[in-house]
């Protein structure tokens, strides 16, 4: 599933004294199974870019092609786009309401009018991929942990089969080991279920060493957009910006400016140390 | 949408009504709204008409603003109106149809009501406009005090009116946020009759409600944390005293009270 | 002299179900000993469930101990009558920065613990203003709090917490909620009120480059203290901390890496800063 956004503006309040540019002219293409990361900080219009994705905004001008076709045809249906662009908002609370688990996860496909039978099946699939502990299918939702809370989320949305899964800041208030759970288990669906994951974050350093293609936002246009290795290079600019590079680029600009001779596009802490004792031979 | 609702929020700007003791404002309002409802005649409007657009003037607020907070009132004040209208018998009939009847009482009812809706919108928004939340529950506080003679508890009672006040933004942004999650799941909110509406809400009530009953819990914590103990022994940041202009306000309330009263008994036409 | 001192200190959760009869007990703190010197900057690290939560609310009178005693600035604080003062003197910033703030305006929110203390009227203006001050919140003092970044209301909270003028301040996890511009706010805005005022900080958190600065470290797991010591003492037990699943600053896992490699680093590498120093000296 192909999505292309052909110079997307967006403005909250528009002609009132609040108004603000959410978006400026913004370019993508989002190809089929890509691993995304898009990154921002509070502000920069990542979370307003994409609700554009699924039709939960509409663009103030600008065309977004879904498979060829202009969503905003009037003929165009939203709830389908809606069944194929998953997303799963930043707090998991927001979307929790079922007496138990697996009712919840129920909710989704159930509003897309299959049968019961399958509904099921689907829930129990989408609860499986996330590796949900079974004992707690028919717990109620409100007393998990964060991470399992977040878990059911996934599985609410991963249950109605979307090709493009977009994750708005998944480990936000968790710990650093459920973060990292939570990140191999969306990086371990991207490669097994082979759909699009577009993923959010304010933090380079978590996303870097997960997604295949990085597009930082600022001030609501798209400032940097290539592999990771590619844009830790304007590590300084992102800096200005209020982002920050891995530390180990950081690490390895120093240490070259101090005339060892390292690896620039080391971004792992073993590529890291690797490139260093080779410069030091 | 929601967001475009004024009533109950505050304008900051440096007017003499915004300096205003909350008191005087609460009166003030009072006042008006009894005038509102008590006027007769050309003369009276015009005296309301001038002692509203002098204060909205002096408020600094501007009157973009405060017309934007009656659009959402439009529903209602269309409604009034036509039941005014159509169901007012009168002495002259201008146009029957089995119940529904237009009569020249009437029309005139449905103006004075459309008119006293808008100025009472208007008269009162000015009021939450000038006034902090927190100014105004301090004011209900004070000039409700007596209550606590009764064993009303005042104290707690304002307390919960200005953490309300506080909240209805934050879920009302949260709302917002819930809705559109469950948009993305394919829920619907628009489509059906009104009970499948109502049951479709569901999704959106249940997340709302643990949200607001965890915010009430951390935010009592939070308070007791800062050594929060009910009303006794509190001292105010901004303990309400009265100035010179308040003063001067009163006189002007009842100096406006007195015109409205006056021109009621001498010029109560037409009508 | 010690401005918080706890001895073997316990706290259970008992979970009860409708007749009132024990469904589950759950054990979050497990005879805790912990000593913390006035002016010291003290962190505590540990996982979601860890109890490092139910430890800060003890510190504030709002949990009691469960065994055990826990004394805030020489008071004990099962007793009852000790709740108003020990509160006074150990101010607590809470998580998440929306459900602390009680005012619709900055500055009245600040004011709102001075009120509840029976401070004078002018006294409290004093306070609001070198609180709002010493947060560098001034210029938004007569804002309304829904139109802040997560930073600033937090700077808010702590600023509602210092015109308290407590002797020590409980972050509990103050920056979990926040992006990293509005972390570092916080963080360097508590180190200020260390080093200016000499507030005692009690920072909780579950993110290892908060601690760096910190004078002395607690590790808990399970209502347990599992580690302690100066920053660079816990760092240099990088193959502990990775057990326990804690975050090690990246230059410590370099510095721990080539280490394992051969190259002779000394243990114990906090920053960028100390590395990129102790490889160009192996190099000569």
Redesign the interface.
Known sequence: MSIILDKINYCYSPDTAYQIQALKDINLTIDDGEFIGIIGHTGSGKSTLIQHLNGLLKATSGHIYVNGQDIYDEDYDMRDLRNHVGMVFQYPDHQLFETTNFEDVCFGPKNQGLDRQTVELRAYEALRSVKFPEDLYYQPPFDLSGGQKRRVAIAGVLAMKPQVLILDEPTAGLDPAGRDEILDLIANMHKELGITVILVSHSMEDVAKYVDRIIVMNQGSVMYDGVPKEVFHHYQELEEVGLAAPQVTYLMHELRSQGLEVDLDATTVEEAAESIVKALK | MIRDITIGQYYPADSAIHKLDPRVKLFATLLYIVALFCFKGIAGLVIITLFLLGAIKLSKVPFSFMVKGLKSIVILVLFTSLFNLLFTPGDVVLWKYGVFQISDTGITNAVLMTIRLIYLILGTSLMTLTTTPNQLTDGLEKSLSFLNKIHVPVHAIAMMMSIALRFIPILIEETDKIMKAQMARGADFEHGNLIQKAKNMIPLLIPLFVSAFRRADDLAMAMEARCYNGGSGRTKMKPLTYTKQDGIAYLIMFLFFAMVIVARIFVPFPQ | MSIIKAKQLVHEFIRRDEEGNVESITTALDHVDLKVKQGQFIAILG???SGKSTLA?HI?A?LAPSEGSLWVDGMDVSEEENV?SV??SA??V?Q?P????????V??DV???????????DE??ER?NYSLKSVGMTKYR?H???KL??GQKQRVAIA??VA?EPKCIVFDEPT??L????RKEVIATAHELNRKKGVTILLIT???EEVVDADYVYVMEKGNIIMEGTPREIFSRVAELKQH???V???T??AE??R??G?RIPAGILT?EE??EA??K??K
Not at chain 3, 98 to 105: F, G, K, P
Not at chain 3, 179 to 182: E, F, Q, R, Y
């Open positions: 996982h979601n469930g609310k504030n709002l108003l509160r006074q101010g607590m809470f998440n929306d459900n602390q703030i009680i005012a619709s305006v500055e009245e004011g709102f613990g001075p009120e509840n203390i029976g401070v004078p009227t409290i203006w609001v007569n309304s709090p829904n970044s997560g509602g917490v308290m979990a909620m992006d990293p511009n509005g579950h993110y290892m699943r804690l975050d600053p990246q230059a896992l370099v890496e080539l394992k490699k190259v960028r590395l990129v490889i160009l192996v190099k």
